[in-house]
């Protein structure tokens, strides 16, 4: 046996040194011809080596050559099965990129080409443009500056093909924050923007010397401003396009000389009518969007008949099996010249066989018609005498009529920071016989614990809450409802028998976490009505007496779909894929079925107002769970079909065909189209996530060989009412979620699993969000 410090070993250490460093010479030998100065590097000094070595420790690195089974052509280093190192991939659509890789990932510097002419030329992260780089477009423009997740976000310089440019901040690829746009002719608006659109205090000049400086709403004045002209004079006032609250005064130039003494204010809407902000070219197949691989089982004998279809048609292929690997060509050697492997070639194309029943092109045609799923029966068994949680029911009833009941002094919004404090909690004690503070009650001896009384009192009262009303739907004659099994994280859930609120048991670990962000929680429902987070209406802890010594910690919040309206579907959104299906079949879904990523078939259309608010408020939202260490919510979306026939099923915006109630639905409101135009059409008469009247487009995933977490819209409308909100606001990003992130990367793409840090999961969530909610055209 050999030594590890033998002579022997030495000298095979040595020799594979010098191998990897003639495969990297030969790989710039390769690239050479190709210009990218900022990725082929040239330079074989130490620091480089050192890299080298590092890149290369765990795999073997080493040029190869390939044309794979699908068509394309790889040439460049390759370890493990994978591009490694520095690596030309030419698709057979003529899209090309050149750069470094890891694991089969753009990662590093590099530069992607598509065969309209358009070349980004910068950095990459997962697959992504994520960092610093330069987007030339086909028809000339380009954008300099920062990119997260293929998105221009960040600091960044655009120059228009109309010759127009913008330097500024921007965000999910639009103009967000301050940032400079000049036109053609020389006239430039310096200041605030919002979602691309000129919004909030700024200065529009003029190339003629005049300038507007005041405020901005949707791309025009709206407020208070000062229009000067060059002669030095000016009028100041409130200004406003339709012309109401409109007023203001005009000064004279220093000389006296009144040349625009009759001036009217709405020309200032005419003359800023000519200068329209270029859309820009849109970037056409993102770069993380092309497929190097064919994920495929490798457990024996899986063939198109175990498969199953999931609820919008989809073939399931076995994507989040521990045993599933990543095949990127014909045959599993490295020898480019190897023979190719008959049953695996077989097996692949009886894959994209399958895989073709759900090709958006070829489906349509056989699309189902969408149905409302069917009725299900009330949620939840009736908590009784007898039940296990009967006493647990009654200490909580009279626990929290106890805390509602007690006299409090009126709370001002503006709370010290000693009601924040986790020690700021009440215990008292309710023996069966009752005491000076507390009823006889038939249950056991328990202590009763309110955890930062006054806040929880005061968000009850920045909610509207009712104190009578609160009590009532908790502590009335009516039982609570046990829902019939407990959560993912094995809590139990309780809702009152007006479904108004739920009651969710809590670990200790959830408990510090909320007390821990409450002040930042309690300051965004003060700032913020519209804030789509779950709301809570107090935290609290029964401790039972005796030897067991047991205490349940539980928190009251409200109940997302308590409606006037049946929710037909229900989905939990988060923007990731791996496990992200229910095991339903279309036919098994009910009203009370929750739905995931991969089974939702929609794109949310909102008005334009509403969806500008819901982008404002996603984003304020999850920047608040992120600066708190918060991840894996998800955005719970309900939908209510306005327009179904008898026989359920849903009829499409703009149809000829009759709709009637559903004599089974019947307390379903507006199910007709002739009564739609009751409910509200103006968004100020609506609160975001609360019963927003919206359309859905249909979607179908088309084939492939990984699963699209966004289907391809079909043009197929339906009007419909919204109820959403983000919810599971209680995960940090603690070991245990660590180490689940840290085991699941080994099996599957770590983008795709749930468990990953703040930052990446709120990027990941709001890219997915922002792509499911467009704005209604």
């Given at each position: 046996?050999?030594?590890k410090?033998?002579?022997?070993?030495?000298a095979?250490?040595?020799?594979m040194?010098?191998?990897?460093?003639v495969?990297?010479k030969?790989a710039?030998?390769i690239?050479?011809?190709i210009s990218?100065a900022h990725?082929?590097?040239e330079?074989?000094?130490?620091?480089?080596?050192?890299?080298d070595?590092?890149?290369?420790?765990?795999?073997?690195?080493?040029i190869e050559e390939k044309?794979l089974?699908?068509?394309d052509?790889?040439?460049?280093?390759?370890?493990?099965?994978f591009?490694h190192g520095?690596?030309?991939y030419?698709?057979?659509d003529?899209?090309m990129?050149?750069g470094?890789?890891?694991k089969?990932?753009?990662?590093?510097?590099g530069r992607f080409s598509?065969?309209?002419?358009?070349?980004?030329?910068g950095e990459?992260?997962?697959?992504?443009?994520d960092?610093?780089?330069t987007?030339t477009?086909s028809?000339g423009?380009?954008?300099k500056g920062q990119?997260v997740?293929?998105?221009?976000?960040?600091h960044?310089f655009?120059?228009?093909?109309n010759?127009?440019w913008?330097?500024g901040d921007?965000?999910?690829d639009?103009?967000?924050?301050?940032g400079r746009?000049?036109?053609?002719?020389e006239s430039?608006y310096?200041?605030?923007w919002?979602?691309g659109?000129i919004?909030g205090k700024g200065?529009?000049?003029?190339?003629?010397?005049?300038v507007f400086?005041g405020?901005w709403?949707?791309?025009?004045?709206?407020?208070?401003?000062v229009l000067?002209?060059p002669d030095?004079?000016?009028?100041?006032g409130?200004?406003?396009k339709?012309g109401?609250?409109?007023n203001g005064?005009?000064?004279?130039?220093e000389?006296?000389?009144?040349?625009?003494?009759e001036w009217?204010p709405?020309?200032?809407?005419?003359?800023?009518?000519g200068?329209?902000?270029?859309?820009g070219e849109?970037?056409?197949g993102?770069?993380s969007?092309?497929r190097?691989?064919v994920w495929?089982?490798s457990?024996?004998g899986e063939?198109?008949?175990?498969?199953r279809m999931s609820v919008d048609?989809r073939?399931?292929?076995?994507?989040?099996?521990?045993?599933?690997r990543?095949?990127m060509?014909d045959?599993?050697?490295s020898?480019a010249?190897?023979a190719?492997?008959p049953?695996l070639?077989s097996?692949?194309e009886e894959?994209?066989m399958?895989l073709r029943v759900d090709?958006?092109g070829e489906?349509?045609?056989?699309?189902?018609?969408l149905?409302?799923?069917?009725?299900s029966k009330?949620?939840?068994e009736t908590i009784?005498?007898?039940h296990?949680n009967?006493?647990l029911?009654?200490?909580?009833?009279?626990?929290i009529?106890h805390?509602v009941?007690?006299?409090?002094?009126?709370a001002?919004?503006?709370?010290k920071p000693?009601?924040?404090d986790?020690?700021?909690k009440?215990w008292t004690?309710?023996?069966?016989?009752?005491?000076?503070?507390t009823?006889?009650?038939?249950?056991?001896?328990f202590?009763w614990?309110?955890y930062?009384?006054?806040?929880f009192?005061?968000?009850r009262k920045l909610f509207?809450?009712d104190?009578a009303d609160?009590?009532?739907?908790i502590?009335?004659s009516?039982?609570l409802?046990?829902?019939s099994s407990p959560?993912?994280s094995?809590s139990f859930?309780?809702l009152?028998?007006?479904d108004r609120?739920m009651i969710?048991?809590m670990?200790?670990?959830?408990?510090?976490?909320l007390?821990?962000?409450?002040?930042?929680?309690y300051d965004?429902?003060?700032?913020?009505e519209n804030?789509?987070?779950?709301?809570y209406y107090?935290?609290?802890?029964v401790?039972l007496n005796?030897?067991?010594?047991k205490?349940v910690?539980?928190i009251?919040?409200?109940?997302?779909?308590r409606?006037?309206?049946?929710?037909h579907?229900r989905y939990?959104?988060?923007?990731?894929?791996?496990?992200r299906?229910t095991d339903?079949?279309?036919t098994e879904?009910?009203?009370?079925?929750?739905?995931k990523?991969l089974?939702l078939?929609?794109?949310?259309?909102?008005?334009k107002p509403?969806?500008?608010?819901?982008?404002s408020?996603i984003d304020r939202?999850?920047e608040?769970?992120e600066?708190?260490?918060?991840?894996?919510?998800?955005?719970?979306?309900g939908?209510?079909f306005?327009?179904i026939?008898?026989?359920g099923?849903?009829?499409?915006?703009?149809s000829e065909?009759?709709?009637?109630?559903?004599?089974?639905?019947?307390e379903?409101?507006?199910?007709?189209s002739?009564?739609?135009d009751?409910?509200p059409s103006?968004?100020?008469?609506v609160i975001?996530?609360m019963?927003?009247?919206?359309?859905?487009?249909?979607?179908?995933r088309?084939?492939?060989c990984?699963l699209q977490?966004v289907?391809?819209?079909i043009?197929?409308f339906?009007?419909?009412?919204?109820?959403f909100g983000i919810?599971?606001?209680?995960?940090?990003?603690?070991?245990s979620k660590?180490l689940e992130h840290?085991y699941?990367s080994?099996?599957?793409?770590p983008t795709s699993?749930s468990?990953?840090?703040?930052?990446?999961?709120?990027?990941r969530?709001?890219d997915?969000i922002?792509k499911?909610f467009?704005?209604?055209s």
């Amino acid at each position: 046996m050999i030594g590890k410090d033998s002579g022997v070993m030495k000298a095979w250490e040595a020799t594979m040194r010098k191998t990897h460093a003639v495969a990297k010479k030969r790989a710039n030998s390769i690239f050479g011809t190709i210009s990218l100065a900022h990725v082929a590097d040239e330079d074989d000094n130490n620091d480089d080596t050192d890299k080298d070595e590092s890149r290369n420790e765990a795999f073997e690195v080493y040029i190869e050559e390939k044309v794979l089974s699908n068509g394309d052509y790889y040439t460049g280093e390759w370890a493990n099965n994978f591009p490694h190192g520095l690596g030309k991939y030419l698709w057979t659509d003529g899209c090309m990129y050149v750069g470094d890789w890891y694991k089969g990932k753009t990662k590093g510097k590099g530069r992607f080409s598509w065969p309209s002419g358009a070349t980004y030329e910068g950095e990459f992260k997962g697959g992504y443009m994520d960092g610093t780089g330069t987007y030339t477009g086909s028809n000339g423009e380009t954008y300099k500056g920062q990119w997260v997740m293929n998105l221009k976000h960040g600091h960044g310089f655009k120059s228009y093909v109309n010759g127009d440019w913008y330097d500024g901040d921007w965000k999910r690829d639009l103009q967000d924050g301050e940032g400079r746009y000049e036109w053609q002719d020389e006239s430039h608006y310096v200041g605030e923007w919002r979602n691309g659109t000129i919004w909030g205090k700024g200065k529009f000049v003029w190339a003629n010397g005049k300038v507007f400086e005041g405020f901005w709403e949707d791309g025009v004045p709206k407020g208070n401003g000062v229009l000067k002209w060059p002669d030095g004079s000016f009028y100041e006032g409130c200004f406003s396009k339709d012309g109401k609250d409109q007023n203001g005064t005009y000064h004279p130039s220093e000389e006296g000389e009144e040349h625009h003494k009759e001036w009217d204010p709405q020309e200032l809407y005419s003359e800023l009518s000519g200068y329209v902000v270029c859309p820009g070219e849109k970037v056409q197949g993102m770069p993380s969007n092309k497929r190097l691989a064919v994920w495929r089982s490798s457990k024996a004998g899986e063939t198109a008949r175990n498969r199953r279809m999931s609820v919008d048609g989809r073939v399931s292929i076995g994507l989040e099996k521990p045993a599933d690997r990543l095949q990127m060509w014909d045959g599993g050697e490295s020898d480019a010249n190897s023979a190719r492997t008959p049953s695996l070639v077989s097996d692949l194309e009886e894959d994209l066989m399958a895989l073709r029943v759900d090709d958006a092109g070829e489906s349509l045609g056989q699309l189902q018609p969408l149905k409302a799923p069917k009725k299900s029966k009330r949620q939840g068994e009736t908590i009784c005498k007898g039940h296990k949680n009967y006493e647990l029911m009654l200490n909580l009833q009279l626990g929290i009529r106890h805390s509602v009941a007690r006299p409090a002094p009126s709370a001002s919004l503006d709370l010290k920071p000693s009601a924040f404090d986790p020690k700021e909690k009440v215990w008292t004690r309710f023996p069966p016989e009752g005491s000076k503070y507390t009823p006889p009650h038939p249950s056991c001896d328990f202590k009763w614990k309110d955890y930062c009384p006054v806040v929880f009192r005061t968000l009850r009262k920045l909610f509207k809450v009712d104190p009578a009303d609160y009590m009532l739907s908790i502590c009335g004659s009516e039982a609570l409802r046990e829902l019939s099994s407990p959560g993912k994280s094995g809590s139990f859930f309780y809702l009152t028998d007006d479904d108004r609120y739920m009651i969710k048991t809590m670990k200790k670990a959830e408990v510090k976490v909320l007390l821990r962000m409450l002040p930042a929680y309690y300051d965004n429902f003060r700032d913020h009505e519209n804030t789509l987070l779950t709301k809570y209406y107090g935290l609290h802890c029964v401790k039972l007496n005796g030897t067991i010594q047991k205490k349940v910690r539980f928190i009251i919040m409200g109940n997302l779909f308590r409606s006037q309206y049946i929710t037909h579907r229900r989905y939990d959104l988060k923007g990731s894929s791996l496990g992200r299906t229910t095991d339903k079949s279309e036919t098994e879904i009910s009203e009370t079925t929750i739905l995931k990523d991969l089974d939702l078939n929609f794109i949310f259309r909102l008005e334009k107002p509403c969806f500008q608010e819901f982008c404002s408020q996603i984003d304020r939202d999850c920047e608040l769970l992120e600066q708190e260490g918060i991840m894996d919510y998800s955005l719970l979306v309900g939908i209510h079909f306005k327009d179904i026939t008898p026989d359920g099923e849903v009829i499409p915006f703009q149809s000829e065909a009759p709709a009637t109630v559903d004599p089974e639905n019947e307390e379903t409101p507006q199910t007709s189209s002739e009564d739609t135009d009751q409910l509200p059409s103006k968004p100020s008469g609506v609160i975001l996530g609360m019963n927003m009247p919206a359309r859905v487009e249909r979607t179908v995933r088309k084939s492939g060989c990984e699963l699209q977490l966004v289907g391809e819209p079909i043009g197929e409308f339906y009007n419909v009412v919204l109820t959403f909100g983000i919810i599971d606001i209680l995960q940090d990003y603690d070991i245990s979620k660590k180490l689940e992130h840290a085991y699941k990367s080994f099996q599957y793409d770590p983008t795709s699993i749930s468990a990953v840090d703040p930052i990446q999961y709120s990027r990941r969530f709001r890219d997915f969000i922002f792509k499911i909610f467009t704005e209604d055209s």
